[in-house]
């Protein structure tokens, strides 16, 4: 069944637009309060957000939602989205939520939400939330309706949680780190991860105003960080993105390292370390086809996966491996987290880092990528079955059989269609991507 609000990452969209309003922020606190709710005992549910300025409008619905079904509501304050999940399951709530739209610009805003093991909902739980959406839930009476108050040390737990994945005994003294956390939500634990962990701090992207969030910066804005690099001589940059569950590499030359070559570096260490359970690196259709030859020579193997961090996790989970993410960045550490985490993988990378002793541009150059490229077109995902974009699908795959791949997916989070076709031929990727892209334009 189609969903009509959920997406492949919790509902999102403008604020006060058709979706993300604060009526239906407060009737999804009520439909996920009311699923949650079992027998008598009092019920919690933690509440998270970005630095977005729609955040606080959407956090007190979300409140209100939970509050009058009969859940007392923790709020937390700016935190990254794997804080949110970590902080779930430690405090035993029935509930978390994430206020965010992750890498998206501040005009937009969405909602995440985890259950109390820290695990984002399965689409079979978003589908019943949809439903009593729709239908409505009883509301509690009297002494029934729910608290909500707010914790000061979230952050502290984050930060200790965090540092604890890093090697005993290994610091970052004498690293130069330059830091873009996109003025986002991790704006203030990940300088102090870094910092308490020895590392002479450059940061930017640390100054929110409720309306800079990934403006011109973070992960997917590198070219910020790249030139904060190279002025400030730093051995390596990170970038994360709005909610910090993503994360980019700048390396001293101001190369930009996307998420392949990140988590191509860990499951090499893993694997000599002989901590890589699996066998294999779970990643999505994105992923270039350079990483699964690298793979394959290490006697790795590479599962592919739809796009999407929670269809890599439920891989993960099915076949029992630690090691997963995206191209984009999101990278999974199923041994310390249940869902991508940003700073956690930079802490990863930084601990090869300093124990190999090369620039990162070496360490972080672990195989050669094949051409590939990824345009999108705004249009809505019935253009798919019009004849014409039919008809150069089929040529572009085509004039790349044996040569490449081509793949075109909706976006699950926007009105957007992707095209992303490799090989090694590039101006015959550039050549398919161009005429399934004109095709979709000339339909839309």
């Given amino acids: 069944m189609a969903k009509r609000y959920f997406g492949t990452d919790g509902i999102r969209g403008p604020a006060n637009g058709p979706k993300m309003t604060p009526e239906l922020a407060m009737k999804v606190g009520q439909a996920a309060g009311h699923l949650a709710l079992r027998g008598n005992r009092k019920h919690r549910v933690l509440i998270g957000k970005d630095t977005r300025l729609s955040g606080y409008m959407l956090e007190q619905a979300l409140t209100a939602g939970f509050t009058s079904v009969g859940m007392d509501v923790v709020q937390v304050g700016p935190m990254p989205t794997p804080a949110v999940a970590l902080l779930t399951r430690e405090l035993r709530a029935d509930l978390g939520v994430m206020l965010s739209a992750s890498h998206n610009p501040f005009h ?7 259950g109390p093991d ?6 079979a739980q978003e589908e019943v939330i949809e439903g009593l959406v729709e239908g409505g839930v009883p509301l509690a009476e009297g002494a029934a309706i ?28 004498g690293l130069k780190v330059a830091l873009d956390c996109a003025h986002g939500a991790a704006y203030r634990v ?28 973070g992960s997917t804005h590198p070219e910020a960080l790249a030139a904060k690099v190279l002025e400030a001589g730093a051995h390596i940059g990170l970038a994360l993105d709005g909610d910090a569950d993503r994360l980019i590499i700048v390396d001293e030359k101001g190369r930009v390292v996307d998420g392949d070559q990140i988590m191509a570096l860990i499951a090499f260490s893993q694997g000599q370390a002989g901590t890589l359970k699996g066998g294999s690196l779970v990643t999505t259709v994105m992923s270039n086809m350079g990483l699964e030859k690298y793979l394959e020579a290490l006697g790795i193997g590479m599962v592919r996966t739809s796009v999407g961090d929670r269809h890599v996790l439920e891989a993960m989970r099915r076949l029992g491996c630690n090691v997963g993410g995206e191209q984009s960045g999101h990278i999974i550490l199923s041994d310390h987290a249940t869902t991508g985490d940003g700073l956690l993988a930079a802490l990863q990378v930084l601990a090869v880092l300093v124990a190999d002793g090369r620039p990162a541009s070496e360490v972080l150059n672990r195989f050669e990528a094949w051409p590939q490229l990824l345009k999108n077109v705004r249009a809505e995902p019935k253009v798919l079955e019009t ?13 790349l059989q044996g040569k490449g791949r081509l793949l075109v997916r909706k976006s699950g989070t926007e009105p957007l269609i992707r095209v992303m076709a490799e090989g090694r031929d590039q101006a015959l990727v550039a050549n398919s991507v161009d005429s399934v892209c004109d095709a979709v334009a000339k339909a839309a």
């Fill in 118 to 123: 820290g695990y984002k909902l399965s689409d």
């Fill in 108 to 114: 937009d805003n969405g909602i995440k939400l985890f």
């Fill in 146 to 173: 729910g608290r909500a108050r707010r914790i000061e040390d979230a952050s502290g737990r984050y930060i200790h949680a965090v540092k604890s994945s890093f090697p005993e005994g290994l610091r970052l003294d």
């Fill in 190 to 217: 990940a300088p102090e991860v870094l910092w308490e962990l020895g590392a002479e701090l450059t940061s930017i992207g640390v100054a929110p105003n409720g309306t800079n969030i990934n403006d011109k910066v």
């Fill in 387 to 399: 004849a014409g974009v039919k008809q150069a699908i089929a040529d572009a795959e085509k004039a």
